[in-house]
């Protein structure tokens, strides 16, 4: 079992930067960098939605509302991926988490291993 930790979330005005980061640990955290790695949101009272992703191979995806603005990344040796988020809008204000999944058909499929998340805020 893989054990995901999120850290980095915040409170930042809007136009500000923030970076995420997911380490994975456990007896298959040797094992992170061979998975698809994908990071999601969810605000109060909304479904939980993938942002980004990041194939084992170095293959990014983002939804449309963060294109341009995030930036999905991966070290390896670090068993750790990173979501640089810029120009953050008020909009982006949610409980980010990540999960290890599955790459597959040039599209993500969520993995049953998830981070406890971490909140970002953008003020206004």
Avoid: H
Avoid at 1 to 29: F, H, I, P
Avoid at 88 to 101: F, I, Q, S
């Amino acid at each position: 079992q893989v054990q995901l930790v999120e850290s980095g979330g915040g409170l930042v005005q809007a136009g500000g930067s923030l970076r995420l980061s997911c380490t994975a640990s456990g007896a298959s955290g040797s094992a992170f960098r061979f998975s698809a790695v994908g990071w999601y949101r969810q605000s109060p009272g909304k479904q939980r939605d993938l942002v980004a992703f990041i194939s084992s191979g170095g293959i990014t995806n983002y939804v449309d509302s963060v294109k341009g603005r995030f930036t999905i990344s991966r070290d390896d040796p670090k068993n750790t991926v990173w979501l640089q988020m810029n120009s953050l809008k008020p909009e982006d204000t949610a409980v980010y988490y990540c999960n290890r999944g599955y790459f597959r058909g040039g599209d993500y499929a969520s993995g049953s291993s998830w981070g406890q998340g971490t909140q970002v805020t953008v003020s206004s």
